[in-house]
């Protein structure tokens, strides 16, 4: 008697980095528990990762049971594309991906005859959940920031109902620092609401884009068959025991840190193979001359820009600290980059971020705060100096600052503003002096708890993800469906979306796709800037 097929996902991360790498790395652990993954992205992406996985064992992939596919996100000239779209092709490519993944999970039901027993999809793809219903297959929403993040998102009805006063997504909450505090989050006692995950970058426009789209996501947030993190309880204990209170009948899944298991302990795994940049290598060569603890690294994640002034206060204070740096600064990040020389230090494009976070040479990690180089680095026991922008970087800012005690926030001067002085004072703090030690027994605390996670329970939550699919596989195979009907329609209201997006959204809909690079020096097109940063 033949035995069952293996269960079958498709998984779909947002399409940027950060979120790319953590669900690749989930889809190998499912794989190795008997799940068949179809990794879905954009052709682009999927042209990136091809080439990344050069470097890597042949066919480890699919040897594991991991199938990549690439999808059109709407845009033309896939050989003249960097890493970075500009932003209003980004946001584009974002609105097209939906109805691409409908017509592609069509193809796979109706002329495949292949059986898809769950989705995995970022929760920034709201669109997804629309597709899910419509072809009746159970979807789990993957959540690519911390459980506090999440926490602040959901609460967001109780934040407004506690102040009359607070409105979270003012730019004056966080560009003034107000200090009110927000005490009505379950798991998280008081945070101030400058520290809240809601400020964005790029004016009105950006405002009303992230405000639609948090409300969005809690309209919809009972939907999933469960919510999977990058996290694990003893990192957020207070706030995962609290859960229930927001979400009673929906289960969380801490199933981070999604690190390959090299960096936790084990040997199997030494990478994901899903870096959609060019990796400088000869920065390990670097690093092995370095002494213990000595060098500070310097990322500010594959997103951020400087204006000049602040690129040259800030390389100011750098030199100034007399330490050792290994600093990625990409070439996109500030139209013209100084003159300096950096004697002392070493810059590069880009890096392997976690053999440079576990090698023995850094002894402290400068960090826009963004959520897996947060985890990255408490998982690695590095400290870290905070540079946050915006959205839950503030709040993962507060979290290692105020709760965790593993970091120190970069002091910014009255304009809120990077001052050289500043950046030397707290490289300094991080590094030499004797708090820098303290901080570095906690990091090392969290590596461990992160290692025996990773060792002792994660297994144990992987078999009730597994028993939680195929269950609700069954129940769901013992129903009479509709036949679905036409393509999903878009996850979002016209009325609520800034015209820029309306536009955008009636540009796609036409039948003949648009090359929206011809648009990047349109008017209006930089007011859109801020829009794109809402999933960073």
Known sequence: MDSPPSPHLLVLPYPLQGHITPLMQLSKLLASRGFSITFVTTDFILKQMLKARQALPADDLHRLGITLTGISDGLHDLHERNCMLQPLDFVASVLFMQTSFDELVGRMVQEQ??????????????????????????????????????????????????SSNLDPFKPQVYEEESQELVTCIPGIPEIQACMLPFHTLGGENSELWMRHHIESQIQRVNKPLCFIVNSFPELERDIYTHFEDLLPSKPILPLGPLLPSTFLGGHDDPGTGSSLCDEDEECMQWLDKQTPKSVLYISLGSISTMDEKDLLEFASGLLASNQPFLWVFRPASCESPPDMEMPIGKVIKWAPQLRVLSHEAIGG??????????????????????????????TNCWFLVEKLKVGLRLELDESKKVGRIGVENGIRKLMQEEEAQSMRDRASKFQHLAQSYFKDTLASSLDSLLKMIVSCEAKNDSHEKEKPKGLVAWGCQAASLPSQLVAIRQMITCKEQVNFSSRRHSKGGSSTSGMVALIY
Request: glycine letters at 4%.
């Open 113 to 162: 005859g292949r059986h898809i027993s769950c989705i995995i999809s970022d929760s920034f793809l709201l669109g997804s959940q629309d597709v899910a219903d419509k072809w009746h297959i159970p979807r789990i929403a993957y959540w690519p920031n911390s459980l506090a993040a999440l926490a602040c998102c959901i609460s967001l009805p109780r934040i407004m109902a506690e």
């Open 365 to 394: 990690f400068l960090t826009h705060c963004g959520w897996n180089s947060t985890l990255e680095s408490l998982s690695l026991g590095v400290p870290m100096l905070a540079w946050p922008h915006m959205l839950d970087q503030l």
